[in-house]
């Protein structure tokens, strides 16, 4: 049985997400430093193991104010929990190219599970003759369950900041 580790083509992913502001726009954002491998058995994929590590500190929504904030023990609290980890415990095949991956994402000291939805190219090769896979990822997460619960409420009723964190993943990896 051979595994094959791929590892994450940073020039060719995001690690996004978004998150309700004043209760009725999306505040959009990434992070820049970040690490990923998919080891995968055999060629198959719902066999594989997917690790991910963000550093936190490298958050950014395009507004260094915000970016600060969130990296306060206010929130992500950067100092005393630098990482976000994602690990996979399970991964199944829905359709052709969909998949559910559940694992444990470990963030601000708490660790809980997660379920992601999954597009999974296959293995194709590039012009260049090298051998990529494609995976997007989406889900979502309330993100009190990692004790992130600073708010603040509005005048006018409501919160500043949502609960609910939707990601939004686009991933090349190469052996």
Known sequence: METKTWS???SHSSIGFKIKHMMFTNVKGNFNDYEATIQIPNDNFEESSLKFVAQAASINTNNADRDNHLKSA???DVEQYPTLEFKSTKIEKKSQSHYTIEGTLSMHG???SVKLNAEYSGIIVDP???NKIA???NGKINRKDWNLNWNSALEAGGLLVGEEV???IETQFAL
Request: no cysteine.
């Open 110 to 112: 708490v660790e809980n």
């Open 8 to 10: 994450i083509d940073k």
């Open 166 to 168: 939707n990601f939004d």
């Open 135 to 137: 995976l997007a990822l």
């Open 128 to 130: 260049w003759g090298n």
């Open 74 to 76: 206010d929130f992500f």
